[in-house]
């Protein structure tokens, strides 16, 4: 880890993405206590354009663009952290054993399982999930499920197949390895392999894997709540606020565009930043130069 950090204080770039998820993370946090105005909350200011008053702007029914903008932050990363958590675990579970088991029936029904989901286009799956999930009130138990914890796991499911796919050739590199030979010859379980031998030494490419797919699970989240399948108002999401603003762009509304659309771009970029700078760093082979 002390190699880690050394490699991302080392690299502009790398700090630049650290800066930008940190600061993501502290809106996200930090971002509702700070708002200046009730985010649903109604006024006859209609679309102002950004002043002392409205850092943002208002939009079409008077509602504080800031406000709304900080409440979208924690939606898109609460959506982007638990779909990669839920795609994280699954995944990677399924494609270790898979490459545990490799040739095996099993190796070959997670994988075929994997490639069915894979092979359709991630902004075609996901509407497609989040619609049939919300045609009626879904319960976990006493816990009902709302239209964000909805779109989380449908982003969380279809992003499965990736980490599966990454645990799997990682687990087949190691197979062959000593260590595992030789816990294998003294009768070694095989939750024993997959979490205390294999696990700890494919970490690596999972880690770079997870930060490439959180800035995919929020460009995700957004496009679906553009497409009005996501969250729904008078919650705030940064794709609900685009859709609302199509039909004012025209009219000279530029700030109802300009700032959800600039923190998706923040979002991806860093997270992007993230991963290319945890690879490098992560990476053995790489150029440390």
């Given amino acids: ?8 204080a080392g690299n502009r770039l790398s700090l630049l993405g650290v800066a930008g998820v940190a600061l993501l993370l502290l809106v996200a946090l930090l971002g509702p206590g700070l708002a200046p105005y009730d985010p649903a909350a ?5 679309l ?3 002043s002392l008053q409205h850092l943002m702007g208002t939009e079409n029914f008077g509602r504080d663009v800031l406000s ?6 924690r939606v898109s990363m609460f959506v982007g952290l638990g779909a990669v958590a839920l795609g994280l675990s699954v995944g990677t579970l399924l494609g270790m054993l898979a490459g545990l088991r490799a040739g095996s029936p099993w190796d070959t029904l997670i994988m075929r399982g994997m490639d069915v989901v894979i092979a359709f286009p991630l902004l075609v799956l996901v509407p497609v999930l989040a619609g049939i999930l919300q045609t009626r009130p879904l319960q976990l138990g006493p816990i009902g499920l709302t239209s964000i914890t909805v779109v989380g796991l449908a982003i969380g499911l279809v992003s499965t197949p990736v980490f599966a796919r990454v645990a799997r050739a990682s687990v087949l590199a190691e197979v062959r390895e000593d260590y595992i030979l030789a816990a294998r010859s003294f009768g070694a379980r095989t939750r024993d392999l997959l979490f205390g031998n294999l696990l700890p030494n494919i970490q690596a490419p999972l880690i770079v894997q997870a930060a490439f797919s959180l800035a995919i699970a929020v460009a995700a989240e957004s496009a679906v709540s553009f497409l009005g399948l996501g969250v729904q108002p008078p919650d705030a999401s940064w794709g609900n606020m685009l859709a609302d603003a199509r039909r004012f762009i025209i009219s000279g509304a530029w700030w109802l565009v300009v700032f959800p659309a600039a923190g998706i771009a923040l979002t991806v970029l860093s997270f992007n930043l993230l991963g290319d700078a945890l690879r490098d760093a992560l990476d053995p082979r790489a150029d440390r130069r």
């Fill in 68 to 73: 709304r903008f900080l409440y979208g932050t």
């Fill in 48 to 50: 102002q354009p950004p």
């Fill in 42 to 46: 109604l006024s006859p200011a209609r």
């Fill in 1 to 8: 880890m002390r190699q880690v950090r050394a490699e991302l």
